[in-house]
């Protein structure tokens, strides 16, 4: 039996349901963390852990003690549940680990509790299971593990369908409709990036910037704010949630994206945008950047912008079959029945 813990999402419920559905995957099982009592879009031989976990300490415990003693594999998704992980840490053994990137990011040397805890697990799992080495790499180095890298998309919001792959040449258009940052989270930079675009004012139609996800809420007033004093009405915030489709089709209509992320963040959206064929700018000195040139995509660091016209045109058209390569169904499916199989 395989036992993946997570914290149900819009990410994991989806792949819970497909993995144990589509891809009919046997001996699945899973132990979650949510706000809801009942989760319908989670799949047969789902656990709820009882919340608050304080409250039901004990028997919570003894559920995710039974669960990972029947194991022969625990995928744990994310960080969650260190605290238990720890317990029985005779469970790492074999337990995988799918990187997020945020674990590795909030981690400091520094001795409290909580960063003890996480070097204690985290350095003992057998795989980790990622679509970026360089996350692979960073987690070895600072948790001093000899873990394997074991690659997959992780989950669906990272597979790509090429088939609206449609490069525009921005040196043909008069304004571009431009696209800042990904959410609410300070680590987008955006002030950074505002720098970048002010002296592009005259090539520019809209900043598009959203801002409807994340837990911020002063920064997103700040960023509102000082867009606003700055470009104006060119400047546009999203700040209300989009589902997906209508999501895709907004990003169908924008020419150029500058991220300015000084760490791995917001991946999905950014694949989702080389799929459209559309221009993408990141901080070069990102796991995420490094992984998507070292194979072959074209991305493209923002300094560039900073010396050359926003118009320029860059040749994208790589991508489509890089994204098959590296993104699709086939490669997300192949990916998660060898990994059932290890």
């Known amino acids: 039996m395989t036992l993946h813990v997570f914290i149900a999402d819009k990410f994991t419920k989806p792949f819970c349901h497909y ?3 589509d891809l009919k995957l046997e001996n699945q099982c899973f132990l979650y963390l949510s706000d809801t009592t009942q989760d319908t879009q989670l799949p047969q031989n789902s656990f709820r852990l009882q919340q608050p976990l304080s409250k039901h300490l004990l028997s919570n ?3 995710f003690y039974k669960l990972g003693s029947q194991a022969g594999r625990i995928v744990m998704h994310g960080d969650t549940l260190l605290h238990f992980f720890a317990l029985f840490p005779w469970f790492l053994k074999k337990t995988d680990w799918v990187i997020y990137g945020q674990e590795l990011y909030s981690f400091t040397k520094t001795k409290d509790f909580r960063q003890r805890l996480k070097r204690f697990v985290l350095s003992r799992v057998r795989y980790h299971i990622t679509h970026i080495k360089g996350d692979s790499d960073l987690a070895n180095q600072l948790f001093g593990s000899k873990a394997q890298f074991i690659y997959s998309p992780m989950y669906l919001s990272n597979v790509v369908d090429t088939h609206q792959f449609h490069p525009i040449d921005v040196s043909q ?5 431009i696209m800042v940052g990904n959410s609410t989270d300070p680590s987008n930079k955006h002030e950074s990036i505002f720098e970048m675009l002010m002296p592009r004012l005259s090539e520019i139609e809209k900043i598009y910037c959203p801002l409807s996800y994340g837990m911020y809420d002063s920064y ?3 960023i509102t704010q ?4 700055l470009f104006g009405e060119k400047f546009v915030v999203l700040d209300q949630f989009m589902p997906f489709d209508a999501y895709k089709q907004f ?3 924008i020419d150029v994206v ?6 791995q963040e917001a991946m999905g959206v950014t694949l989702t945008l080389l799929g459209l064929g559309k221009i993408v700018y990141m901080n070069k000195n990102t796991t995420s950047f490094d992984s998507l040139v070292t194979r072959g995509f074209k991305v493209f660091d923002n300094q560039l912008i900073v010396n050359q016209p926003l118009k320029t045109n860059r040749n994208v058209s790589e991508n489509a079959s ?3 390569q590296y993104y699709s169904k086939p490669v997300y499916d192949a990916s998660w029945l060898a990994i059932d199989k290890l």
């Open 19 to 21: 993995i144990a559905g």
């Open 61 to 63: 415990i003894k559920l």
């Open 173 to 177: 258009k008069e304004r571009l409709k």
């Open 220 to 222: 997103k007033q700040k």
């Open 226 to 229: 000082l867009g606003t004093s």
């Open 251 to 253: 990003l169908g209509s």
């Open 258 to 263: 500058v991220f300015n992320h000084p760490r």
């Open 322 to 324: 890089r994204l098959d």
